[in-house]
């Protein structure tokens, strides 16, 4: 779907304002949190939580969660393997745009393929993306289900359900790591708090 291109007679017009400028005014760096795991895992419970601590020190941030986003800007797509990446290439698109405006974006998608995840990265400037593996056991992520979507899935209900019917690919070198079968929530929004100060996204 990324490759059907219809826009011509378009041009680039170069900002006059930088990354940097509002990075200087923001009073942080700019970066792209990438939460990926499988359904249930924890991703936008630790997203919102990150964010929480960012904003209690005055950073400018935003929240892009997989179904919030799939209730406007992606609401044409499904669950197939195409309909996938053409997801998380939008949301890549629009997480880069934050990135440029200064923002500290977190994305709490499932993506399951590396590929996708990889094009996603691709976009963000280097050192400024985070693939942040909430990794977390099937059997527990099926125990939490709040949503009783493992259910609908292992009765037949919901087709293409990764974890169950549909892959989900790990990340190989991912920048971190979470375990949420073992950290508390606290303590997994921290460990991402002190990678970013680790890596001067924050100061």
Not at 40 to 59: F, P, W, Y
Not at 113 to 142: K, N, Q, S, T, W
Not at 147 to 166: S, W
Request: proline letters at 4%.
């Amino acid at each position: 779907m990324s490759d059907n291109v219809k826009a011509t007679n378009i041009t680039w017009h170069e900002a006059t304002v930088g990354r940097e400028d509002r990075e200087k005014l923001h009073g942080h760096r700019a970066a792209c949190l990438w939460f990926t795991g499988l359904p249930s895992s924890g991703k936008s419970t630790i997203a919102l939580e990150v964010e929480n601590l960012l904003h209690a020190q005055g950073c400018h941030t935003i929240v892009l969660d997989g179904d919030n986003i799939r209730h406007g800007l992606n609401k044409n797509l499904g669950f197939s393997p195409e309909d996938r990446a053409e997801n998380i290439r939008r949301i890549g698109e629009v997480a880069n745009l934050f990135v440029e405006g200064g923002t500290i974006v977190m994305t709490a998608f499932i993506s399951p393929y590396r590929e996708d995840r990889d094009m996603a990265r691709a976009l963000v400037p280097e050192g400024r993306f985070f693939e942040i593996h909430v990794d977390c056991a099937l059997d527990i992520c099926e125990e939490r289900d709040p949503k009783g979507l493992y259910k609908k899935a292992r009765a037949g209900e919901i087709k293409d359900f990764t974890g169950i019917d549909a892959p989900y690919e790990a990340p190989k070198n991912p920048e971190i790591v979470i375990d949420t079968g073992a950290l508390s929530l606290e303590e997994s929004a921290q460990r991402v708090i002190d990678a970013l100060k680790e890596s001067g996204i924050l100061p």
